[in-house]
Structure formats: structure tokens, C-alpha cells
């Protein structure tokens, strides 16, 4: 099986490379995603500008270093404790093998292939495979921040856009938890990972940098290099469509096909360790700081700005959740508690840099509610078993949040509004209905490509290898049918 599964992944890859190949290969400044392109730059061209060149602060890389290992605590152990403790007993070290395998698995294949693809120039979509094996990449290579004239070491923008890539794909197994093979788990991640999460991310974040707006003709061109959701305007800071939206369509998708739990709706499938997941998403929110205020690539305002949001936006959230489900039920649980918590996470990461404290808090206070509607009328209108709610939460959440990151991004309500880097302040006219309009556009794209790959997806890895275990495996519990080991041992 093993020797299968790694031919298919291969030739499967080596496909994908090959609708690849076309793109434009050429080096180009490494990316520094999440913020809007400056498409507001005046038209009357700036004075000519002297050459700009980088330069790497310590302070900033120091910040990148620490950030990056915060990303790598969430994954492992803060999701895997998160969800390990939402499924039953005999299911636990499955989840956690999930999870820390997928990681290992999709660190690996970002730095074979993925980061070129995403971050390298080609067109709207794509990247180009000039970086592959992470060529020419070396402790004097700079990739640009937000500012002109700064940079941060690149093998350190590497490995942080590496561990967004991870934890993406490992946020998906909580929809379909307790019953699928890891042989197709494994398969699947290395398609999706390929044909989702790459091409989105080069999509939303990909540009060359602010050094080389310097007059609206250079602004034009380098626009046009752009992805094609950032040529557009696009606001996600840390990933709402690109982590959170992205995943939730793809597991939503498999939650669909690959069917319902042995049991569900019969069966009592209560979380076995309400403890293991406050512990994980305790770890989440920690590592989260790392997650939204690592995004600021350097250690500035804007890093401070989105350490604040995303501490507040998230205490509002498992408030609002509380409190909400404490009327609705007569009692607060631990449970919705931490759900809050992940669905306020969920909702400040689009927006964590671009608007103000009071818009945070209004997020997280709304996202608590919106979400909590989102695991259960929601999920009773959708009628799938997605097991961990990662559509409830991170779906909804990650819509939620992208959409409003347009309405509190306006100044007038305390946001920073669009930079124009031709000008280098703040653009004149933010229209609020003009970048709702935008950012729903770019929920849309994400909602679509993703679910349309991720089906795709799960149907080749079914007819090559079978998506879930057989139901004695399953009601044996994937521990020991697909370990040979278990989480617990009583005496």
C-alpha cells in the first residue's frame, strides 16, 4: 500500500508541475502578502525617486524568528490537543497522528515546490517553479515588508508562509475525523495542498513588494505582475480566505462524501477530553499572536495593532458565545467557551492590521453569535457530519471576518485604510461599499476554487485508493485499526 501510495503522489505531483510549466520562472522579489495593492495611486506621476535599498533589521528578523515558532505551536501540539480532545477516546491518537504527519508532510513539499509556486512571479494565479527546492534562496536573500527600503532574511519568510501552509491543510481533518484513511488523508493533502491553498495564496498575497511603486506607470506594471485577487484590491491580512475559507470549503466537501460517522445521530459522540481542548486552544490562541501580528513582517505599529485585535476580538467572541448559549441552554459550557474563542481567532485574522480596536471587538462580539448559529442551525440545514464544525467556525468565521474587514478598515471608523505606496500615505476616498463588493469577491473565488478542487480531489483519491475505513475499523476506533497504537492504556 505504502509503495501505491507514493507512486500515485508522485505522478500525481509530477502532473500538476507539468500545467506548470508555462508560467514565467524568472526570480522575483519575495512577497510580503496582506495588504492592498496601491490601486488608488494618483495619476499624475511622482517626482523620480533614488533607488531604494533594502535593509535587514535585526529587531524585525528576531520578531519574524519568534513568530514563525509560534505559527509551528499552533499546529503542533495546540490543534492537535484542540481536536484530539472533541473526538471519543478511541480516536485520539489518530487525530494527533494526523495532524502532526500532515504537518510534516506539507513543510516538506513548501519547500520542494510550494514555495515557488506561490510566492514567485508567473501570472494571476500561479507562481513559477524558479525556486524549487528553495534555489538560490540563501541567508543573504531578502524578501520586502510592507515598507520601503526594509527586508527581512527570506529563509525566515519561508519558513513562516511554510507553517501557514501546514496548519492549513491540518485545519480540514477535523471535518471528517474518526473515519478516514490515513493513506487518503495523506494523498489528498499533497492534491489539495498543490491545487488549492498554492494557487489562493499566490492569488491573495502574491506582489513584488513597495519598493518599485514609485509612479503610477511603475504601479501599473508591477500591478500586473500581482495576484490576480490583490490586483484587485483584496484585504486579508493573515488569511481568512486563504487559510480559513480555504480549508473550510475542502473539508465541508469531504465531510459531504465520504459520509456520516457509524452511529451519528444514535450514538453518543461527546467530546472524550473537554480539558485536552481548552489546553489546545490556549496554545491556539497563543501561537495566533505569532500567526496575525507575525504578518506585519516587522516589528512595528501594525504588529502591535494586530497583537491587540487579535487578544480582544477573540476574548469578545468566547463571551458572546457564552453568554448567548448560557440564555439559550440555562447553562455557560467550557465547550462554547472555546468555540468563541476559535470562531473570534477565526473572524480578526482577515482584518487584525487594517482596522481599529472598537472594530475588533465589534467583530469578535458578532462572530461569537454568528458562529454559534453556524454549528447548529446551520449545520442541521446542511445535514452533513462535519465532526470538529471546521465549516461552523472557520467557514462562517473566515466569511464573517473578510467581509467586515471591509467595512472597519474605512478611517472614519478607526481602520488604516488603503496605502498608496506611489504617494506613501494613506489613499484619499475609502468607499465601503467598494471594498465590501471587493471582499466579497474574494470569498466567492475561494469559496468556488476550492470546493471544485477539493471534490475533484476526493474523487481521484477514491477510485484510486478508497477515502474511509471499513466500519468494523471504524468502530474498532482508527487508534488501533489504523495505528496499531493507542492513545490511552488502562490498567
Given at each position: 500500500m505504502m509503495k501505491k501510495l507514493l507512486a500515485i503522489i508522485l505522478t500525481l505531483v509530477a502532473v500538476g508541475f507539468g500545467g506548470l510549466a508555462h508560467a514565467?520562472?524568472?526570480?522575483?522579489?519575495?512577497?510580503?502578502?496582506a495588504v492592498s495593492a496601491p490601486a488608488a495611486a494618483p495619476a499624475a506621476a511622482a517626482a523620480a525617486a533614488q533607488p531604494i535599498t533594502d535593509k535587514i533589521?535585526?529587531?524585525?528578523?528576531?520578531?519574524?524568528?519568534?513568530?514563525?515558532?509560534?505559527?509551528?505551536?499552533?499546529s503542533i501540539p495546540g490543534l492537535g490537543l484542540f481536536y484530539g480532545g472533541l473526538v471519543r477516546s478511541k480516536n485520539m491518537l489518530s487525530v494527533l497522528m494526523q495532524v502532526f504527519v500532515i504537518f510534516a508532510l506539507i513543510s516538506v513539499l513548501w519547500a520542494v515546490y510550494g514555495y515557488s509556486v506561490?510566492?514567485?512571479?508567473?501570472?494571476?494565479?500561479?507562481?513559477?517553479?524558479?525556486k524549487l527546492f528553495?534555489?538560490?534562496?540563501?541567508?543573504?536573500?531578502?524578501?520586502?515588508?510592507?515598507?520601503?527600503?526594509?527586508?527581512?532574511?527570506?529563509?525566515?519568510?519561508?519558513?513562516?508562509?511554510?507553517?501557514?501552509?501546514?496548519?492549513?491543510?491540518?485545519?480540514?481533518?477535523?471535518?471528517?475525523?474518526?473515519?478516514?484513511?490515513?493513506?487518503?488523508?495523506?494523498?489528498?493533502?499533497?492534491?489539495?495542498?498543490?491545487?488549492?491553498?498554492?494557487?489562493?495564496?499566490?492569488?491573495?498575497?502574491?506582489?513584488?513588494?513597495p519598493d518599485g511603486y514609485i509612479?503610477?506607470?511603475?504601479?501599473?506594471?508591477?500591478?500586473?505582475?500581482?495576484?490576480?485577487?490583490?490586483?484587485?484590491?483584496?484585504?486579508?491580512?493573515?488569511?481568512?480566505?486563504?487559510?480559513?475559507?480555504?480549508?473550510?470549503?475542502?473539508?465541508?466537501v469531504g465531510a459531504f462524501l465520504i459520509g456520516k460517522r457509524v452511529g451519528y445521530g444514535k450514538d453518543s459522540m461527546a467530546p472524550h477530553s473537554l480539558t485536552m481542548t481548552m489546553m489546545g486552544a490556549s496554545l491556539l490562541w497563543f501561537g495566533w499572536f505569532g500567526f496575525n501580528a507575525g504578518s506585519a513582517l516587522e516589528a512595528n505599529g501594525t504588529a502591535a495593532l494586530a497583537f491587540v485585535n487579535t487578544w480582544l476580538a477573540t476574548a469578545a467572541a468566547a463571551l458572546?458565545?457564552?453568554?448567548?448559549?448560557?440564555?439559550?441552554?440555562?447553562?455557560?459550557?467550557?465547550?462554547?467557551?472555546?468555540?468563541?474563542?476559535?470562531a473570534g481567532l477565526v473572524a480578526i485574522t482577515p482584518a487584525c492590521g487594517f482596522v481599529g480596536v472598537g472594530g475588533a471587538l465589534v467583530?469578535?462580539?458578532?462572530?461569537?453569535?454568528?458562529?454559534?448559529?453556524?454549528?447548529?442551525?446551520?449545520?442541521?440545514?446542511?445535514?452533513?457530519?462535519?465532526?470538529?464544525?471546521?465549516?461552523?467556525v472557520h467557514g462562517v468565521g473566515g466569511i464573517l471576518g473578510s467581509l467586515l474587514t471591509g467595512v472597519f478598515a474605512a478611517p472614519s471608523l478607526g481602520g488604516s485604510g488603503i496605502y498608496d505606496y506611489v504617494a506613501?500615505?494613506?489613499?484619499?476616498?475609502?468607499?465601503?461599499?467598494?471594498?465590501?463588493?471587493?471582499?466579497a469577491t474574494g470569498v466567492g473565488v475561494t469559496i468556488v476554487w476550492s470546493g471544485i478542487v477539493a471534490f475533484i480531489c476526493y474523487k481521484l483519491v477514491d477510485m484510486l485508493i478508497g477515502l474511509r475505513v471499513a466500519e468494523e475499523e471504524e468502530r474498532e476506533g482508527l487508534d488501533i485499526a489504523s495505528h496499531g497504537e493507542s492513545a490511552y492504556h488502562y490498567n
Open positions: 514565467d520562472d524568472a526570480a522575483a522579489p519575495a512577497a510580503a502578502p533589521d535585526k529587531g524585525d528578523t528576531a520578531w519574524m524568528i519568534v513568530a514563525t515558532a509560534f505559527v509551528i505551536l499552533m506561490a510566492f514567485t512571479a508567473g501570472n494571476p494565479f500561479f507562481g513559477g517553479l524558479s528553495l534555489s538560490g534562496v540563501t541567508p543573504d536573500s531578502m524578501a520586502g515588508t510592507f515598507s520601503k527600503g526594509v527586508a527581512i532574511p527570506e529563509l525566515i519568510y519561508v519558513a513562516f508562509q511554510g507553517a501557514f501552509a501546514a496548519i492549513t491543510v491540518a485545519l480540514i481533518v477535523g471535518s471528517f475525523a474518526e473515519r478516514i484513511k490515513f493513506s487518503a488523508l495523506l494523498l489528498f493533502s499533497v492534491l489539495w495542498f498543490t491545487f488549492s491553498y498554492l494557487p489562493i495564496a499566490h492569488m491573495v498575497w502574491y506582489w513584488a513588494g509612479s503610477a506607470a511603475a504601479s501599473d506594471k508591477l500591478n500586473a505582475t500581482a495576484g490576480w485577487l490583490f490586483n484587485r484590491g483584496a484585504l486579508d491580512f493573515a488569511g481568512g480566505t486563504v487559510v480559513h475559507i480555504d480549508a473550510a470549503m475542502a473539508g465541508i458572546s458565545w457564552m453568554f448567548v448559549e448560557w440564555l439559550m441552554k440555562g447553562k455557560p459550557s467550557m465547550l462554547g467557551a472555546v468555540s468563541g474563542a476559535v467583530i469578535g462580539l458578532l462572530v461569537g453569535v454568528v458562529c454559534l448559529w453556524g454549528v447548529n442551525g446551520l449545520k442541521r440545514m446542511l445535514g452533513a457530519d462535519d465532526s470538529l464544525d471546521v465549516f461552523g506613501n500615505k494613506v489613499a484619499d476616498g475609502y468607499s465601503i461599499i467598494d471594498q465590501v463588493i471587493i471582499q
